[in-house]
């Protein structure tokens, strides 16, 4: 559905926003951009909207070239831009149904009442956009993207200052626009956002794509559970061998330990075994896992000092 070549940007003839990003997304995927402020996700996600000149490389749409074909690339995109651009002094239904005009297409009365229901806009179709609150706002602007009925949509931090129960009914929302078989590309800092929603992620810092990965995959090769054991018993001194194991004492007394799914089960065979060999007795045993979050923040981190390295 979107192809990206080896797309570069830069601004002010110097800044490389963009820099050799190749990306491929698939016909009713949900993708998340992730990556810092600054990283390049919204001059990416223009470069495709044809908001944004992008100096070389190639980007389609569902197989059409988004400089060559743009009217047509056009037709098939909906893009909810990252700043409310919206006219402040015009009603919610004439702001829909201008958007709608613009991307040529006739009016449909019916398709933007039930857009407009489905986004729980309805109630305030006759009122001004000044008139709405800010997560409101949002909304007009994701029905004003959604009027011509793309095939793709593009989400530049949707739910940004948006409460958190109209940031589930988003969820709701961008879920049910998958089932009708939208692409949806979004980008957000709500880390938990994307492990809620995107089929697929990818993390972008200095204009680079530094991984892209399936959500579950990720979370499984990268995520670390903890593991938290009360003992019957206290510890005060590490015996060696648990020491090196990597057990370490909580400020609790009690046991934990990290492990990973690739090397984590004999590890937990073992520091049972020990316990129980040394008649230790376990109260209770608790894990917890790591989420998309904190594997984003390692893996920028790395990233971070593979670029000092360099330099
Ligand atoms: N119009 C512009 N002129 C000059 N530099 C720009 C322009 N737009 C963006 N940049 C620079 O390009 C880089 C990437 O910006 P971009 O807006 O794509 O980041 P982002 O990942 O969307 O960040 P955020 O999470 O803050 O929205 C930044 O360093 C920014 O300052
Ligand atoms: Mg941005």
Redesign the pocket.
Known sequence: MLEIKNVTKT??YS?K?LDGVNLSVKSGEIFALL??????????INSICGVVNFDSGNISVDGYDVIKNWRKAKTLIGLVP?ELNLEQFEKVIDNINFSRGIHGKAPDNQYIEDLMKELSLFDKKENKLRELSGGMKRRVLIAKALSHQPKILFLD?PTASVDPELRKDFWEVVKRLKQRGITIIL?T?YIHEAQELADRVAI?NN?KIILVDETSELLKKMGEKKIHIKLNEKIDNLPDSLKKLNVEINGNGNLFFRFNSANGHNKIDDVLNFLKNNNYSVKDLSTEESSLEEIFIKLVEENRNELSRNL
């Open positions: 601004y002010n800044y926003a990556g810092p402020n600054g990283a390049g996700k919204s001059t990416l990252q931090e980008t800092h972008i204009g």
